[in-house]
Nanobody, 122 residues
Framework: QVQLVESGGGSVQAGGSLRLSCAYS?????MGWFRQAPGQEREGVAL???????SYADSVKGRFTISKDNAKNTLYLQMNTLKPEDTAMYYC???????????????????WGQGTQVAVSS
């Protein structure tokens, strides 16, 4: 059982920055961030595997950076140049798998955090 607790959300103006954190009880091969805006489907934002490989949604490439500190058992999402369309509830996810890490594979995990709200105003 992996426990995940997000923090760091808030309200910011467009162009600003936020850093989300996800404290985890156990490290897994595949970890990442998803988001869901009202009335929209959940989408993968960024993921990182145990080798440090990363992947990003096209909409956040060049603006968001995912990282992981195993010494602190914390996953991060640095979000820069935020846009109003980044407004959503952000969720941390983790999956233990021997297969390659992907948004599709990670989205089917049972391990999710409770979410942290990000609101970007124009």
């Amino acid at each position: 059982q992996v426990q995940l607790v997000e923090s760091g959300g808030g309200s910011v103006q467009a162009g600003g920055s936020l850093r989300l954190s996800c404290a985890y009880s156990d490290s897994t091969h595949c970890m990442g961030w998803f988001r869901q805006a009202p009335g929209q489907e959940r989408e993968g934002v960024a993921l990182i595997d145990s080798d440090g490989g990363t992947s990003y949604a096209d909409s956040v490439k060049g603006r968001f950076t995912i990282s992981k500190d195993n010494a602190k058992n914390t996953l991060y999402l640095q979000m820069n140049t935020l846009k109003p369309e980044d407004t959503a509830m952000y969720y941390c996810a983790a999956r233990a798998t021997s297969l390659s890490c992907s948004f599709m594979r990670l989205s089917s995990t049972n391990y999710w955090g409770q979410g942290t709200q990000v609101a970007v105003s124009s």
